[in-house]
């Protein structure tokens, strides 16, 4: 059990560090099973966004020298979820779920994308220390 384990958190790891091939992988296979193009980039915006926020959190706690990455990430998504659930509030009059979600998922994808661009330009040009 123990090196089923390590082998899904290595492939983690790797789809993490370039999330560009999950995207394009999910893309692609998506896009050749239904045909449409729009809900293929939809789903593997969707999916990506789970190897982003664990990139971006791991170099958000290297570059701080913190272990505060992924609950910045979480508090930053709850934030933006809760300003466009008072604005879903104040024009339907209730706030819809499933669209607050999706939004603040789609949202991240964004968001995390220029943070992981940033982050690794960062990394490229000032390196970290590597500890441990």
Do not use: C
Not at 67 to 87: K, Q, W
């Amino acid at each position: 059990m123990g090196s089923i384990w390590n082998a899904l958190v290595q492939s983690y790891a790797f789809l993490a560090t370039v999330p560009i091939i999950p995207f394009f992988l999910i893309y692609f296979v998506s896009a050749a099973r239904g045909g449409d193009r729009k809900r293929a980039i939809r789903l593997a915006m969707d999916v990506t966004v789970v190897f982003l926020f664990g990139i971006v959190a791991s170099r958000l706690n290297l570059r701080l020298h913190t272990s505060f990455g992924p609950f910045f990430l979480i508090l930053i998504m709850l934030l933006i979820g809760g300003l466009i659930g008072n604005a879903q509030n104040r024009i339907k009059g209730k706030v819809d779920s499933k669209k607050l979600f999706r939004a603040v998922w789609r949202l991240s994808f964004f968001g995390l994308s220029v943070l992981y661009i940033i982050l690794m330009l960062l990394e490229l040009i000032f390196p970290t220390a590597k500890s441990g």
